[in-house]
């Protein structure tokens, strides 16, 4: 994707456009195997399809940066030139590369978690903080490094937290830097193949919750929800979504959004309860470190059937 500074100047200056346009093409061309080939113009979120898998790290990076409008933005140590938090990511990049080739025997862990440090807090910052613009750029970025980073990792445990015992899925949260520490980015990963791919679920929504479920005909899913509804004393609204499995992909099913609000939570102290044989949600008072039902409350069910799969709500 060009430039749009690049195109109007291309418009105007006629007699320089075959020019630029071969030598870009030949720019491409020294790429082959390891270049940018979709056009990334604006916020391309992970759904786990399309995702690059270059032969060479370093040149399809290279690529990215060069001809879309993705950027490297990091907020710390601006002032300083060679900025080392960049220096950071970009020399996890080239350690991931050397991973990839079997030039070292390790997963680089340490120094994709410290990329992940530097870029998760110059997201956060610029999407609290900086333009749309400078957000959207960055973001092209973060996202496409997140699918490289976990293309590659043989254990999902490596990247997450919250996973399932069979090394088959997990969520990554990325907290905001600040002293309530919500999580800021939401992402399922999955595996496929040797590593895993990525379904992005939501910003500023801490999904803590991670099921794996099959139907009565074999169908596999992954239930994500969010089971406690305040960090601190901001109020989350209870979320759930769930991944029917379709190949070595997931597709959503079915998601709902809601069901209790800040009054029920704040005024009357209301708490959600998951009953895993039944699938059914139940909300609830805190009685002695217990959750008990509350009479007359409307329960939350989720029915199983492929991608025909819906919650729905019945009486207690």
């Known amino acids: 994707m060009l430039h749009k500074r690049m195109l109007q100047y291309m418009k105007n200056n006629n007699y320089l456009t075959v020019a630029i346009v071969v030598l870009l093409s030949l720019a491409f061309v020294g790429c082959k195997g390891n270049g940018v080939t979709e056009s990334n113009d604006g916020i391309v979120y992970p759904d786990g399809t399309a ?130 520490n919500q999580p800021y980015y939401c992402i399922l990963l999955y595996r496929h193949g040797s590593g895993y791919r990525m379904k992005f679920l939501q910003y500023y929504v801490g999904y803590d919750n991670l099921w794996e479920l099959t139907d009565s005909v074999g169908r596999n899913y992954l239930l994500c929800y969010n089971a406690e509804n305040d960090i601190d004393w901001e109020f989350f609204p209870f979320k759930a979504i769930l991944f029917l499995e379709e190949g070595e992909n997931y597709i959503e099913a079915c998601r709902f959004d809601g069901w209790l609000d800040e009054k029920e939570y704040f005024e009357q102290e209301v708490y959600i309860d998951y009953n895993p044989k039944t699938m059914t949600w139940t909300k609830c008072h805190k009685r002695g470190g217990k959750r008990i039902p509350i009479p007359q409350k409307e329960r939350l069910r989720l029915v199983l059937d492929g991608k025909q799969s819906k919650f729905i709500t019945t009486s207690n």
């Open 51 to 180: 995702v690059e898998e270059p032969d060479n790290l370093v040149a399809y990076f290279d690529s990215l940066l060069r001809y879309t409008p993705a950027f490297i933005y990091t907020r710390n140590v601006d002032d300083i030139q060679p900025n080392p938090d960049s220096l950071d990511i970009l020399n996890s990049i080239k350690a991931l590369d050397d991973y990839q080739a079997h030039r070292i025997g390790y997963y680089p862990l340490d120094s994709v978690s410290n990329a992940l440090g530097h870029l998760i807090y110059s997201q956060w910052y610029s999407g609290t903080h900086g333009d749309e613009d400078e957000m959207n750029g960055s973001e092209q970025f973060f996202f496409r490094y997140l699918e490289q980073v976990a293309r590659l990792c043989p254990h999902v445990d490596y990247l997450t937290s919250i996973h399932t015992g069979d090394d088959k899925a997990g969520i990554f949260t990325g907290y905001e830097f600040s002293k309530y």
